[in-house]
């Protein structure tokens, strides 16, 4: 199939270069959250809503901001923005509510030394392109980083799963019934 192999090749790039480090302290810092905001927009969105979901599964307290069912913020909370720029209006201006309530912030993005980037306790930077990017790459704005944050998602779904003892089994029942 025309491409198909070659969004792999470069997803399994961009992923390489991520840093382990960053990995294993947002990791931490998910673990040690009281409750877990999560949020993004348009396309890095998405993603994150997955991330959220499959949180959901692991047991922890998560709320996906803007959800009418979201409680109030509290010190202690993580919110967990993903955006590649780093510079999303909307998302900057919860980080800084957030980071008044003394809620930690963690960020996934391509600009380390972005708003939301300076904002963050803990920031995981997939080398990607980004929609503002001027790196050119096969693929469209940011799709390599909207792609790669969901394995790495995915990725520290698993991190979470070993170090909690989770499991397939132990996580389905939390799955939604009603869809």
Known sequence: ???????????MNVGNGINDLEVDQMVAAIQSANHIFLAGAGRSGLMIRGFANRLL???FSV????EISSPHTKAGDLFLIGSG????????NQAKIAKENGVSIG???TNPKSTLGNLADARIVVPAQSKQSATA????MGSSFE??????YDTMVLYLMEKTGE?????????ADLE
């Open 85 to 92: 720029s780093g510079e999303t209006t909307s998302l900057v």
């Open 1 to 11: 199939m025309k491409f198909f192999n070659d969004i792999i090749d470069e997803v």
């Open 63 to 66: 709320s996906i901001v803007g």
């Open 57 to 59: 599964h692991l047991g």
């Open 137 to 140: 790459t096969l693929q469209p």
């Open 167 to 175: 499991s397939n089994d132990t996580m389905k029942p939390r799955h």
């Open 147 to 152: 792609q790669t944050s969901l394995f790495l």
């Open 107 to 109: 960020l996934v993005t």
